[in-house]
C-alpha cells in the first residue's frame, strides 16, 4: 500500500512568488492534516480536512496560505505571495478514523515533507 | 492548551552507551505518540502510549508513559548507528479536532 506522499520534495522561490504544495494520502483516508515545522522548532499543526470539508484551520498562519481539498482525495496548499518566514518543511498526514477509540493505537500516516525556501 | 517540551535538543553517544529522550507535557493528552524521522523521509511510527504506565519496547528502544507526572521517556539501550535520526515525541488535544502537538525534536547521533 502506498503511503502518504507529497510533491515537490522541495522549492525554493522568491519573495512575493506563489508555491503551490500537493499531498496525496493514504488511500480511504478520509482525514489529511497539514503540520509545518520551522527550522529548530516543534511540528506545528495548520488545518484538518474531512473529505473535502475543512474542519479545523485554527493553524493557518494568515490569510497569504490557502488549503483545498478537491473531491476528498488529494489535497493542495498554496502560499501567495510567500514571505521569508514561510520557509520549513511542510508536512501532510493522514488517518483512517477521526478520533481513535481508548483502545486504538491508530496513528496518523505522514509523508516526508515539502522543504519550502523562500529567499 | 497543550504544549510539549522534549529533551534534549541533540544527542550525541557513543555506540553501546544507553541514553533517555524526555517528553513532558502540560495538560491532559488523550495519548502519547513516539516518531522517528530520517532526514528526507517520512515520520515513521514508532509507539502509541495510551494509558498510565504503558511500556512498549521494540529492539533497542523503550518508551513509557507517566500521565501522573506528564511524563513520557524514550529509553536508548546499548545504541547503534542505525539509530542515528530525529525523533519526535507528540501529544493530542482531547477537545476539538484530534491534532496532534509535537516537542522540538531530538536529533540524536550515534557515533561509531
Known amino acids: 500500500e502506498a503511503g502518504v506522499t507529497q510533491f515537490p520534495s522541495h522549492s525554493v522561490i522568491e519573495k512575493g512568488q506563489t508555491v503551490t504544495l500537493r499531498c496525496d494520502p493514504i488511500s480511504g483516508h478520509d482525514n489529511l492534516y497539514w503540520y509545518r515545522r520551522v527550522m529548530g522548532k516543534e511540528i506545528k499543526f495548520l488545518l484538518h480536512f474531512v473529505k473535502e470539508s475543512k474542519q479545523d484551520e485554527s493553524g493557518m498562519p494568515n490569510n497569504r496560505f490557502l488549503a483545498e481539498r478537491t473531491g476528498g482525495t488529494y489535497s493542495t496548499l498554496k502560499v501567495q505571495p510567500a514571505e521569508l518566514e514561510d520557509s520549513g518543511v511542510y508536512f501532510c498526514?493522514?488517518?483512517?478514523?477521526?478520533?481513535?477509540?481508548?483502545?486504538?493505537?491508530?496513528?496518523?500516516?505522514f509523508g516526508p515533507g515539502t522543504r519550502l525556501t523562500v529567499l | 492548551e497543550l504544549k510539549v517540551e522534549q529533551n534534549p535538543l541533540f544527542l550525541s553517544m557513543q555506540e553501546g552507551k544507553n541514553y533517555t529522550i524526555y517528553c513532558n507535557y502540560s495538560t491532559t493528552s488523550d495519548r502519547l505518540y513516539w516518531y522517528r524521522q530520517d532526514p528526507g523521509k517520512s515520520l515513521e511510527s514508532l509507539f502509541v502510549?495510551?494509558?498510565?504506565?504503558a511500556v512498549k519496547q521494540e529492539g533497542r528502544l523503550m518508551a513509557s508513559l507517566d500521565t501522573k507526572a506528564r511524563l513520557s521517556t524514550l529509553h536508548i539501550t546499548a545504541a547503534v548507528h542505525d539509530l542515528s535520526a530525529t525523533y519526535f515525541c507528540?501529544?493530542?488535544?482531547?477537545?476539538?479536532?484530534?491534532?496532534?502537538?509535537f516537542g522540538t525534536g531530538t536529533r540524536l547521533k550515534v557515533l561509531a
Open positions: 498526514a493522514s488517518s483512517q478514523v477521526l478520533i481513535p477509540t481508548s483502545a486504538s493505537t491508530d496513528t496518523q500516516y
Open positions: 507528540a501529544g493530542t488535544t482531547t477537545s476539538g479536532t484530534y491534532k496532534y502537538i
Open positions: 502510549l495510551l494509558s498510565n504506565g
